[in-house]
């Protein structure tokens, strides 16, 4: 079955940028999307098509994706960005994937 | 405005049954796929299952296949989940999702919390 890897954790420096990876076989051949998901929330799409936002989502939130891997990044970190974000592919034999999740420390 | 609220969830024992809904408003209903997605406490995303909008197909991770089945009732906006041979693994929140923009899953439920314990 098709898998996507990321760091449990990532921390940055308010105002800093934040870079989280996905890496999954094959990943710049498939679209990638990321969601932030806060405690006791509902996951939100912050990026999706690799780097497309969403309307409502700030333009500190982007997106790249090449060879194996995607990365989300967020510039000028601020600490409401504090929150797991998991990335998310479409495999045609398991269908939606997930990545575990990162945790992103805004400290 | 799009909303989905699920409901159902509860304290089972493990090897019970249990069934879900997800009340859809504020959009088409029966022009969309719809998914179940569920988190364990403390742990990740994972998809459960998809059913296409005219519920003549339907999928399932392999973790759920043959415990769980999914459907829908376009004429009451409510999609369902329903889960046999409930084990320990099944106890997560719930949520049903689907995307609107045809793009990723960009409407989520606030989620159900099922809890397979004796």
């Known amino acids: 079955s098709y898998e996507l890897t990321q760091p449990p954790s990532v921390s940055v420096s308010p105002g800093q940028t934040a870079t989280i990876t996905c890496s999954g076989d094959n990943l710049g051949g498939r679209y990638t999307c990321w969601y932030q998901q806060k405690p006791g929330q509902s996951p939100l799409l912050v990026i999706y098509q690799d780097e497309k936002r969403p309307s409502g989502i700030p333009e500190r939130f982007s997106g790249s994706s090449s060879g194996n891997t995607a990365t989300l990044t967020i510039s000028g970190t601020q600490a409401m960005d504090e929150a797991h974000y998991y990335c998310q592919a479409w495999d045609s034999y398991t269908l939606w994937v997930f990545g575990g999740g990162t945790k992103l420390t805004v400290l | ?118």
């Open chain 2, 1 to 118: 405005e799009v909303q989905l609220v699920e409901s159902g969830g509860a304290l089972v024992k493990p090897g019970g049954s249990l069934r879900l809904s997800c009340a859809a408003s504020g959009f088409t209903f029966r022009k969309y796929w719809m998914n179940w997605v569920r988190q364990a406490p403390g742990k990740g995303l994972l998809w459960v299952s998809r059913i296409t909008g005219d519920a003549t197909s339907t999928m399932y991770a392999d973790s759920v296949k043959g415990r769980f089945t999914i459907s829908r009732d376009n004429t009451k906006n409510t999609l369902y989940l329903q889960m046999n041979s409930l084990t320990v693994e099944d106890t997560a929140v719930y949520f049903c999702t689907f995307s609107l923009s045809g793009y990723a899953f960009d409407i989520w439920g606030q989620g159900t919390m099922v809890t397979v314990s004796s």
